[in-house]
C-alpha cells in the first residue's frame, strides 16, 4: 500500500464532490464530532443547522475543521481535512447575500439538503420548530491523504 499527500486542488476537488462530512468543534472543553451537509465553494463550506450544541460551540469556538473521506477498503481510500473559522449568515443584514447565496448551493446539491440539520431527537412533537441558520466556514488551511495498493 502507497500512502500519499494530496495537494491543495486534489484536495478541492473531494470537498467539490462530497456532500456529508464530520464537523469538529469545542464545546466545554471536550471535543464534538457531527455529521453535516454541505456544499463546498471557493474556499468556503456552506451548510445549514437548528441551533443546539453545535452552534453553542461554534459560537463559543469559532475554530472548526471538516472530514471528508471516502473508505474503498483498507488499502483504497482517501480522506480531506478542513481547517477553518464558523461565521453565521443571518438573514437580514450585510450577510443576507451570502445566506441566500448558500441556500441557493444548497439547494442545486440535493433536494434533501436540509436533513440532518433539520432534524433532532425531538423533531417528532413538532410542538414548536426551533429557530434554524446557515452558516459557513472560511477555509484557513487544508490537508488531505491517500492510500492505495
Known sequence: ???SEMNTQECRMHLATSRV???AC???GMPYVVPISFVYENSHIYSFSLIGRKVWAMRGHPQVCLEVDEI?????WWSVIAFGRYEE???TGPRQNERDHAWSLLQQARPDWWEPGSETPYSEDKVAIPPHLFFRINIEKITG???FA
Request: glycine fraction near 4%.
Open 1 to 3: 500500500m502507497i500512502v
Open 21 to 23: 462530512g464530520h464537523l
Open 26 to 28: 469545542v464545546t466545554n
Open 72 to 76: 474503498h477498503s483498507p488499502r483504497s
Open 89 to 91: 449568515l443571518s438573514e
Open 145 to 147: 491523504r491517500r492510500a
